[in-house]
């Protein structure tokens, strides 16, 4: 099982965006910027590529709403999207709000947030959807 899986499960606590019966949206606890969110499938597969069809574009349709809300949540100029899936073995997707492409280096170092910011980052968003 992965910890995507265990925090869907609700084995390890997250901070919930969004969730139907196919996705599970929260907050990234080691984000790029504020704002930063992982949308991951239901289901365990390694690759987002390896998903069945009609996961791939009801992941996009789940997504773009909390899209939308992170646009309205963070000054930004868009929220970006990135798929790499290199450190956990469970296909998701990345959505950032972004200013420019170095916005979505994923090597740059990683913020870290307090429990009270966490929740007033998801608050925001969720506030907005």
Not at 65 to 70: E, F, Q, S
């Amino acid at each position: 099982m992965t910890i995507f899986s265990k925090i869907i499960n609700g084995e390890i606590p997250s901070y919930k965006i969004a969730e139907d019966e196919n996705f599970y949206a929260f907050l990234d606890i080691f984000p790029l910027v504020k704002g930063h969110v992982l949308v991951v499938p239901k289901i365990e597969v390694d690759k987002i590529f390896d998903l069945p069809e009609n996961y791939l574009s009801a992941m996009m349709l789940f997504a773009k709403p909390i899209a939308k809300a992170i646009e309205k949540s963070f000054d930004c100029n868009r929220c970006g999207i990135s798929v790499i899936g290199l450190e956990v073995p469970h296909a998701h997707m990345h959505l950032v709000p972004i200013n420019n492409a170095d916005d979505l280096n994923f090597t740059r170092e990683k913020l870290k947030l307090s429990k009270e910011e966490m929740e007033e980052v998801r608050t925001r968003i969720v506030s907005a959807l």
